[in-house]
Nanobody, 129 residues
Framework: QVQLVESGGGLVQAGGPLRLSCAAS????????LGWFRQAAGKEREFVAA????????GFADSVKGRFTISRDNAKNTVYLQMNSLKPEDTAVYYC??????????????????????WGQGTQVTVSS
């Protein structure tokens, strides 16, 4: 049974950092693309960041570019989202996602939800002003 478990969420003041982790179990995801999405209250889920299987290709939403970084440790089957200079508008539930077979050994990252087959339950990030 595949499981993705996010951790690291919480309450942080504006301008502060936070690091999210997502550990996968039940399958080795070293060949797959991984991503982070978020959903704020009353809004649709949106793309945040993604990384291809090798870590050489990463992509970010314009709203987080320059503030967030994504990385992965294939040996640990884990993906990370480092969030710096957080803003109140970053408040949301953050979800990690593991790619479908279409992302295996891809040279690029994917920013649309239909490319992801497995999703975590989410971790709340709240940024106070």
């Amino acid at each position: 049974q595949v499981q993705l478990v996010e951790s690291g969420g919480g309450l942080v003041q504006a301008g502060g950092p936070l690091r999210l982790s997502c550990a996968a179990s039940g399958r080795t995801f070293s060949r797959y693309g991984l991503g982070w999405f978020r959903q704020a209250a009353g809004k649709e889920r949106e793309f945040v960041a993604a990384i291809n299987w090798s870590g050489l290709s990463t992509g970010f939403a314009d709203s987080v570019k320059g503030r967030f970084t994504i990385s992965r440790d294939n040996a640990k089957n884990t993906v990370y989202l480092q969030m710096n200079s957080l803003k109140p508008e970053d408040t949301a539930v953050y979800y990690c996602a593991a790619g479908s077979s279409s992302t295996v050994y891809s040279d690029t990252y994917y920013s649309t939800g239909d490319r992801y087959a497995y999703w975590g339950q989410g971790t709340q990030v709240t940024v106070s002003s």
